[in-house]
C-alpha cells in the first residue's frame, strides 16, 4: 500500500514525541526516516523505525542529545555523539563539515559515541544538496569475516560518496558487504534467492541464502580480500579520529549495537573558483556511461526515479509496519 | 634472482639521466620504481619501467615537468601536473596534502594532467610515515564495465587509504576491479587459473583465465555493482575537483595512457591534540584481528614482510627485464 509522505512523516513525528523527542529534533528524525522510505530504502525508513523505538525504550538512544565538538581547530573536529538519535547526530555532523568546508575547501568531522545513522544515503544527498562533495562512512558491528577467517571480525562499514549536480546528484550508498544487513533481510523475507552469492552458511559455504547469512553473520565482503581490507581500513580511520571504539569493541546484539565511530568529509569545489567544472565534467560523464548498448544508470539515478514515484503516487509502505507505527503514535 | 636494493636504485637512475631526467629527480624517480618491487609489487616495479621509458620516448611523460598549484585557498588546492613522470608527480601532491593537513587538520590536493603513479601504495606509504591518515586515488583508462553494460566504460580507478602507526603503518592499497591490471598480467605471465573469477572474456563469461580478460578489457568490479559505481563516484571526484579527465576521455592504448586526474587526501590526527589514539586504537584492533583461527593479516602487513626479506636478501627481479634495464643505463 502507499501513503502520502506528509502523512507518513507526520505520524513518524507523533511517534516520537510520544517517545520523548523534542517537537522539532522529532520532526527531523522522523523526516529521515520518511524520506529513506521516499526514496526506496525501507529497510532504513519505515521497516527499521519500530526496532528504533525499542531502542529508545532500553536505552541505547538517547532522544534527548545532541552531539558537542571535543576537539579541533581548522579544518577537522571531533564530535562526541553522546548516545544520541544516529540520523540527527549524522546530519548535524555533515553539517559541520560542510560548513568547515566552506571556510576552508574541505573539512571533516570525527564522530564517536554515536547509534545506526539509518540510511547513510541522507547524508550525501545533504551535501550534495548544499553544493559540496561528500563522504562519510561509519563503522558497525561484526558482520564480516576478514579473508582467511571464518568468523566475523570486522564491519560491513556503508560507504557514501555524493558529487553534486544540477541535473541529478551523483550519490553512492553502498555497505562493504556485497549485500547490506537491510538488503538481505528484504531478500529473506521476500524468501527470493540472492543473484549473487552473498556470505558464507553456518557450514562455511558460500551460498546465496539470505537467511542462511544472516543466521550465520559472515557476510561475502565487496571483492574477496580487498572489501574486509578496505572496511578494516575505514573502521581505524573512523575510531582512531574520533577516539571512539572500533568495530571489535561494538555490542553484538543488533539491538543493543551502539556507540559507533563516524567520519564525514566535505569539499567544496567552489573554493576551487570554477563552479561549473563540476556540471561540465559530470554531465558529459553521465552521458557517456549510460549510452550505447544496455540499461546503465549512475549511482543516485534509481533513487530520483523511486522518489519522484512516491510523491506523485505516496510512499510505499508494508501495511502490517505501518499498522503498527500509526498504533504508536496514537493516544 | 636478486639484487641489492642499492645496486636496483642505482641502475634505475642512471637509466633515467640517459633518458634526459635531471639528477636528482632521477633518483627519487627511480627510488619510487625500486621500492614498489623492493615491496613485492614488481609490476609497478622494475617490470613496468621499460614502458616508462617508451612512454618518456614517445613524449607522453615530459622529464622535465612539474606540477604547479592552479587554484585553491586554504586547505584545497588544484594542481597541474603537465604530464610530468607520474609518480613524481604524485610524491609532490601527496607532500602538499601533507602540508595542508599540518596547517589545517586535513587538506586536500587535486592534479590534473598528470601520468600513471606507478604503485598507488607509495603515497600512502609516504603520508603514513609522515604520521598522517592518506587517503588517495587515481582514475585510469576504462577497463570495467559498468553493471548492466558489456564494453569497459569506467576504470578500476584504484583507491589507497593508510594510517599512521608506530609498529607498522596501515596500508591498503587497491585497484577497484577484483584484480589490478598488474595482477592479471603476473598471472598470466604464470600461466595460473585465478583464485575468484576476475572478469570477462570476449564472449560476456565470467572467467578466470587472465589473459583472457586481459584482451578483452572487461576486468570485473569488485562487488559486482558496488565497483564499478564506486569507480565512477571517484572518478567524477578526480576529474571535477582537478578540472582533468574524466575516464572516458583518457585514451584507451595503455602506452599513449596520460592526462589522468588524481586526489590525494591528508589528515593529521596530531591536530586533534591527541597523539596516542591512533596507535593504542589500531593496535588493540590488529590484535584482535590477527588472533584466533585462520591466518588473517592486516593491510600492509604482507608488504613489511617482504620489504624486509628484500632488504636482507636482495630484491627479487626477473632476469630478462633486468638485464634489459641495465642496457638502458650502460654505455
Same mark, same amino acid.
Given at each position: 500500500m502507499r501513503v502520502p509522505f506528509e502523512t507518513l512523516h507526520d505520524v513518524l513525528t507523533a511517534s516520537l514525541i510520544k517517545a520523548g523527542m523534542a517537537g522539532d529534533r522529532a520532526r527531523a528524525c522522523a523526516r529521515l526516516f520518511a524520506e529513506a522510505s521516499?526514496?526506496?530504502?525501507?529497510?532504513? *525508513?519505515l521497516n527499521r523505525f519500530p526496532r528504533f523505538l525499542r531502542m529508545i525504550a532500553n536505552g541505547v538512544v538517547?532522544?534527548?542529545?545532541? +552531539?558537542?565538538?571535543? #576537539?579541533?581547530? @581548522?579544518?577537522?573536529?571531533?564530535?562526541?555523539?553522546?548516545?544520541? +538519535?544516529?540520523?540527527?547526530?549524522?546530519?548535524?555532523?555533515?553539517? *559541520? !563539515? %560542510?560548513?568547515?568546508?566552506?571556510?576552508?575547501? %574541505? @573539512?571533516?568531522?570525527?564522530? !564517536?559515541?554515536?547509534?545506526?545513522?539509518?540510511?547513510? *544515503?541522507?547524508?550525501?544527498?545533504?551535501?550534495?544538496?548544499?553544493?559540496?562533495i561528500g563522504v562519510c562512512w561509519t563503522n558497525t558491528l561484526a558482520n564480516v569475516p576478514p579473508w582467511g577467517a571464518a568468523d566475523p571480525r570486522v564491519g560491513n562499514n556503508p560507504l557514501v560518496v555524493a558529487i553534486p549536480r544540477r541535473r541529478g546528484h551523483v550519490v553512492l550508498d553502498m555497505a562493504l558487504s556485497q549485500f547490506s544487513v537491510g538488503a538481505l533481510t528484504a531478500y529473506a523475507a521476500r524468501g527470493e534467492a540472492l543473484p549473487v552469492a552473498g556470505g558464507?552458511?553456518?557450514?562455511?559455504?558460500?551460498?546465496?541464502?539470505? /537467511?542462511? %547469512?544472516? #543466521?550465520?553473520?559472515?557476510?561475502? +565482503?565487496? @571483492?574477496f580480500w580487498k572489501g574486509s581490507g578496505l572496511a578494516f581500513a575505514l573502521d581505524m580511520i573512523a575510531a582512531s579520529l574520533s577516539a571512539g571504539q572500533a568495530t571489535h569493541e561494538i555490542a553484538l546484539d543488533p539491538e543493543l549495537e551502539t556507540r559507533l565511530s563516524q567520519v564525514f568529509i566535505a569539499i567544496d569545489p567552489r573554493t576551487l573558483g570554477a563552479d561549473g567544472d563540476t556540471d561540465r565534467i559530470v554531465d558529459? #560523464?553521465?552521458?557517456?556511461?549510460? #549510452?550505447?548498448?544496455?540499461?546503465?544508470?549512475? +549511482? @543516485?539515478?534509481?533513487?530520483? /526515479? %523511486?522518489?519522484?514515484?512516491?510523491?506523485r503516487e505516496g510512499v510505499e509502505v508494508d501495511a502490517a509496519i505501518w499498522s503498527e507505527v500509526q498504533a504508536s503514535a496514537a493516544g
Open positions: 521516499r526514496d526506496g530504502v525501507a529497510s532504513h *525508513g538517547d532522544v534527548a542529545a545532541s +552531539p558537542v565538538r571535543v #576537539a579541533g581547530a @581548522g579544518a577537522l573536529e571531533r564530535w562526541d555523539g553522546r548516545q544520541g +538519535p544516529g540520523n540527527l547526530n549524522a546530519r548535524d555532523a555533515m553539517d *559541520g !563539515a %560542510i560548513g568547515l568546508a566552506r571556510r576552508h575547501g %574541505i @573539512g571533516g568531522v570525527a564522530l !564517536a559515541n554515536t547509534n545506526h545513522w539509518m540510511r547513510g *544515503g541522507s547524508y550525501g544527498w545533504q551535501a550534495a544538496d548544499a553544493g559540496v558464507y552458511d553456518a557450514a562455511g559455504t558460500l551460498t546465496d541464502d539470505a /537467511e542462511a %547469512i544472516l #543466521a550465520s553473520k559472515r557476510l561475502l +565482503p565487496v @571483492g558529459a #560523464a553521465i552521458a557517456h556511461l549510460t #549510452a550505447g548498448e544496455g540499461a546503465v544508470r549512475y +549511482p @543516485g539515478a534509481r533513487t530520483l /526515479e %523511486i522518489r519522484a514515484r512516491s510523491l
